[in-house]
């Protein structure tokens, strides 16, 4: 049967056939390898049996269908995703994350107590010397340098901003994107366990 849902939605599906594969190998492992009876309770055993068979069986084929159905469409998302260019923007946006990231932490970082190098000279020698500090430790005070000057700071000030704008409209993008519909084939047996039943 033919279903056209967003991209997003096929995403949903393959996660939905994904899980509910998961649910019967579990079941499938359990009826094949670890079914137990006790020795004494041989009445009929071999109906049972047959019976957790048949349900391995069934459990097997829809597992089989279910990992070839989310191949299928990982590999249509995958085509289109190329031609919508959601890995590429997905890839700048990352990366667009990245620096927004750095950027942010080197500004927070700034401290109130750093000192400018040009301004050393003019600091008692024993600033920065802990007076609670441990006698036994041979640490020398030190002073935290204000290497960043006001205008590299303001630089990355505007830069976050400026990456974070870009990171949004590219993920606002792929959403965009991601709202294209795409036309496949789902087994019959399948269309309850991905959610597509009415």
């Known amino acids: 049967m033919n279903y056209t849902l967003t991209l997003t939605r096929w995403h949903k599906v393959a996660e939905r056939l994904n899980a509910g594969s998961k649910e019967r190998e579990a079941r499938a492992l359990a009826a094949l390898t670890a079914t137990e009876v006790s020795p004494w309770n041989k009445q009929?055993?071999?109906?049972?049996?047959?019976?957790?068979?048949?349900?391995?069986?069934?459990?097997?084929a829809m597992i089989e269908s279910a990992t070839e159905a989310v191949a299928r469409i990982r590999a249509a998302l995958a085509v289109r995703n190329v031609q919508l260019g959601?890995?590429?923007?997905?890839?700048?946006?990352?990366?667009?994350?990245?620096?927004?990231?750095?950027?942010?932490?080197?500004?927070?970082?700034?401290?109130?107590?750093?000192?400018?190098?040009?301004?050393?000279?003019?600091?008692?020698?024993?600033?920065?010397?802990?007076?609670?500090?441990?006698?036994?430790?041979?640490?020398?005070?030190?002073?935290?340098?204000?290497?960043?000057?006001r205008a590299l700071l303001e630089d990355l000030r505007a830069k976050l901003a400026h990456e974070q704008a870009r990171a949004h409209a590219l993920l606002d993008a792929v959403a965009d994107a991601n709202r294209e519909k795409l036309e496949l084939e789902l087994d019959k047996d399948l269309v309850e366990i991905a959610g597509l039943a009415a």
């Open 44 to 60: 009929g055993v071999e109906a049972k049996a047959e019976e957790i068979a048949a349900r391995a069986k069934s459990d097997l």
């Open 86 to 149: 959601i890995s590429e923007r997905l890839a700048q946006a990352d990366a667009a994350n990245r620096r927004v990231k750095l950027y942010r932490e080197l500004l927070e970082k700034q401290d109130v107590d750093m000192v400018r190098p040009e301004d050393m000279q003019h600091v008692p020698s024993t600033a920065g010397a802990d007076e609670t500090r441990d006698f036994l430790r041979l640490s020398a005070p030190s002073v935290t340098l204000a290497i960043a000057d």
